[in-house]
């Protein structure tokens, strides 16, 4: 007899695969109708300065570096200080009534496998407490495999770690484009399949990393989310998102200053017993 947890679990996989298989079928639809797609959307600029600041506070800093796509470049936005990057620390500012420092590395159009090469190296070596790792869209547009997506996820958060030391890590959800006002049926559909994909592969990523949480975004996504491109987010949706990153990013600081307080106490008992 097959247990119902098995079906459960099976189920899923089994319409993932069939929708990544789906996709490379209809592969030729989507690349032209992809073209045809890029050309009518009207390009929007990064946002303008700054791409760091600083929330007040009492206590400790908290240090928040960004690392990603359009979106946290600001695409769709007016200035920096309105993205993902600012609005998470502003509400780790309120939640923790601690001061953050926030920094945004971002570039259009960048995947994982392009942001090792062209944004890691932009990290500055000095220590950190949460990396926000927000990529996926453009590697659902290039067909990237999910594995592919995984490993290279995976390989950017050791990478981005060994620059800031051992911070937590919010992974971004992949923005689910089969919701997205600006693509086109099917294309929307088709690339729906394998965002579902690499959102899946990714989420596997919390079995292998210590300290790391994947977001899974949730519907509706309303029109009042999108700017004016029907793509990428608008100011009130990087709002909504810093809320939710720093919500599932607060657990893992919380852990962090639990082993802090854990090793200085353990030093200090050494100390004195020395």
């Known amino acids: 007899m097959v247990s119902h947890s098995l079906i459960r679990k099976t189920g899923p996989r089994i319409g993932l695969a069939a929708g990544v298989l789906g996709s490379l079928a209809l592969f030729p ?28 506070g ?51 159009g960048a995947t994982a496998s392009r942001a090792m090469k062209h ?24 067909y990237r495999s999910p594995s592919a997506f995984a490993d290279t996820l995976a390989a950017l958060v050791t990478a981005a770690r060994a620059r800031v030391g051992d911070a937590a890590v919010v992974i971004a959800g992949v923005a689910p484009l089969a919701l997205f006002p600006g693509l086109p049926w099917p294309l929307r559909t088709i690339l729906g399949w394998r965002c579902a994909a690499l959102q899946a592969s990714a989420e596997r990523l919390t079995e292998w990393l210590p300290r790391v949480v994947v ?12 700017a004016g491109d029907g793509f990428h987010p608008n100011a009130r949706a990087h709002s909504l998102w810093g809320e ?5 990013a607060l657990p893992l600081l919380a852990d962090c200053g639990r082993s802090r307080d854990r090793h200085r ?8 017993t020395a």
Do not use: Y
Request: hydrophobic share 50%; charged share 20%; no cysteine.
């Open 265 to 272: 106490s353990n030093r200090m008992l050494e100390l004195a």
């Open 119 to 142: 944004l890691v190296p932009r990290i500055a070596s000095e220590p950190a407490d949460l990396i926000i790792v927000a990529f996926g869209v453009n590697d659902v547009v290039a």
């Open 244 to 248: 939710e990153i720093a919500a599932l």
């Open 29 to 56: 639809l989507a690349a032209v109708q992809g073209t045809v797609t890029r050309s009518r959307m009207p390009p929007l600029p990064p946002a303008e300065p700054p791409h760091r600041g600083w929330v007040a």
């Open 215 to 226: 977001e899974r975004f949730g519907a509706p996504f309303s029109l009042d989310l999108f």
């Open 58 to 108: 009492k206590g400790r800093s908290l240090r928040v570096i960004a690392i990603g796509d359009s979106a946290i470049s600001g695409v769709g936005v007016a200035r920096g200080d309105e993205t993902v990057s600012a609005t998470t620390a502003r509400a780790l500012a309120r939640l923790t009534g601690r001061p953050v420092h926030w920094r945004a590395i971002g570039l259009s």
